[in-house]
């Protein structure tokens, strides 16, 4: 062998190797990328988080509501009241508070995994029915 040939077969071993090691890299991607997705469908409450050193955190969003308790859209128990609610999307908690006489508190947490389902409707624009597990 020549030392030209000696040379060409190093560099076709070093293109396979590099071949390779191209298609290993991509299906620990494609692994990474598969476990991600299984870990956020788990948790459907928290947004994926951006693969970034700076991870945005998401606020706690508060929003002034009116609360109707009903079974089914025909009985209503009690009257719609005011409440305060909180979401924490990354801490993956519903807070509902309900402000009482003389400066006192009610409030219930609720954890992502409790709620089952949310519901916009169809016929009042702000209307927003939360289904959850009990």
């Known amino acids: ?71 089914g859209d025909l009985t209503k128990i009690g009257k719609s009241q005011k409440y305060t609610l909180s979401v924490d999307v990354e801490g993956g908690k519903l807070v509902v508070l309900k402000k009482q006489k003389d400066s006192q508190e009610d409030w219930n947490t609720f954890t992502h995994d409790k709620i089952r389902q949310l519901i916009k409707s169809q016929r009042v624009q702000n209307k927003l029915g939360i289904v959850f597990e009990k």
């Open 1 to 71: 062998q020549t030392a030209g040939q000696s040379g060409e077969q190093e560099l076709e071993s070093l293109v396979v190797k590099l071949s390779v090691l191209k298609d290993f890299l991509s299906s620990i991607e494609k692994k990474a990328l598969k476990a991600l997705q299984e870990m956020s469908s788990a948790t459907p409450a928290t947004a994926p988080q951006p693969l970034s050193r700076k991870a945005k955190s998401i606020p706690v969003q508060t929003f002034e509501v009116k609360l109707d308790i009903t079974l």
